[in-house]
């Protein structure tokens, strides 16, 4: 008995240790304050929400316990490459895509947004070799964060930034895993784009989209990346 309980935690430990959070701010590749400095903090620690979970609520914005209210937002402008970086240097080590979405904040500000309102995908990751069965054909994988470089065209203003990475690695029993956490960032600029297309939080994956309910585990030969396209920065 002891050996089995043994070997269950072994087998459970790289998964466990395979968690993260996207909570430090990098501005042209220099470190902006600590952690949750410009992050509104979710209330899962490094632990993922599940697909049941997510699709029709409204945690699927900012994660679990991430509400607005008491978070900084930082300036930015046009052109500038944000990385959102794991905290205590960890990597991704899970397979999936991940993404950049931005949502305008009203007049009344960021710091108050509850994320309502439009969302617009404007950066993702998925594949960079053919075999989506494979750990480290994913672009992300073994990386320490997501980068997004800003498009010259958006929209001046106060955006929520939603970060997100989903692990794969047990979708196929309906459990993908996300990793979600929004940034306050102000951002500078001339704009003249018209950032689309546009989507609503919940509202842009469901629990039976290939992309979310994926086997890696059955040698897929291809991915059909969730949620909307990304902007084209016109």
Not at 85 to 114: C, M, Q, R, T, W
Not at 183 to 189: A, D, P, R, S, Y
Request: glycine share 12%; net charge positive.
């Amino acid at each position: 008995m002891k050996v089995a309980v043994f070997a269950l935690l072994a087998a459970s430990a790289p998964l466990a240790q395979a968690h993260y959070i996207f909570n430090r701010l990098i501005v042209n590749g220099a470190s902006i304050g600590g952690e949750y400095a410009y992050t509104r903090k979710n209330s899962n620690s490094y632990n993922p929400a599940y697909t049941n979970e997510l699709m029709n609520s409204n945690d699927l914005r900012c994660n679990k316990g991430a509400t607005a209210g008491n978070t900084a937002t930082y300036t930015v402008k046009a052109g500038d490459k944000i990385g959102f970086k794991l905290f205590n240097n960890e990597f991704i080590e899970h397979p999936g895509p991940g993404f950049v979405y931005i949502s305008k904040a009203p007049e009344s500000g960021v710091k108050s947004y509850d994320g309502s309102g439009d969302w617009v995908k404007v950066y993702e990751t998925a594949l960079c070799g053919s075999n989506p069965g494979t750990d480290n054909n994913w672009c992300s994988w073994q990386k320490d964060r997501l980068e997004w470089t800003i498009q010259s065209k958006i929209p001046p203003g106060e955006y929520l930034v939603r970060v997100e990475h989903i692990g794969l690695h047990e979708a196929h029993a309906g459990k993908a895993q996300f990793y979600i956490e929004c940034f306050q960032l102000k951002i500078e600029g001339s704009g003249g784009g018209t950032p689309g297309p546009v989507a609503k939080i919940p509202g842009i994956y469901t629990k039976n989209d290939p992309g979310i309910a994926f086997n890696k585990w059955n040698n897929p030969k291809s991915y059909v990346v969730p949620g909307p396209k990304v902007w084209n920065g016109e």
